[in-house]
Nanobody
């Protein structure tokens, strides 16, 4: 009954910007962590950035200074602002949330369907 809906992917030129959004909906009691992963062709999936409920963030070294993760708790939505994009950023980006459902005593991880980001001239 939980769904993560992503938006904002697309095609952009090198040096450009994109803003990804991911809204969690359904029978949610609380969200511990939300974040973004990506997977490029022939590469393993990697953490891009995440944020826990207390506000602490983690970033991959390759995106530090260029990407910013933020969260709107009222909307159960996480954002990824991507600036100074490079061709190496081309990948499928996946939203991830560690959350607890109402009436359930434990946390589980959920994934969005993925959104394609292509950086090319």
């Amino acid at each position: 009954q939980v769904q993560l809906v992503e938006s904002g992917g697309g095609l952009v030129q090198p040096g450009g910007s994109l803003r990804l959004s991911c809204a969690a909906s359904g029978n949610i009691f609380s969200i511990n962590r939300m974040g973004w992963y990506r997977q490029a062709p022939a590469k393993q999936r990697e953490l891009v950035a995440d944020m826990i409920s207390g506000g602490s963030t983690n970033y991959a070294d390759s995106v530090k200074g260029r990407f910013t993760i933020s969260r709107d708790n009222a909307k159960n939505t996480v954002y990824l602002q991507m600036n100074s994009l490079k061709p190496e950023d081309t990948a499928v980006y996946y939203c991830n949330a560690d959350l607890r459902r109402r009436g359930i005593s434990y946390y589980s991880q959920y994934w969005g369907q993925g959104t394609q980001v292509t950086v090319s001239s």
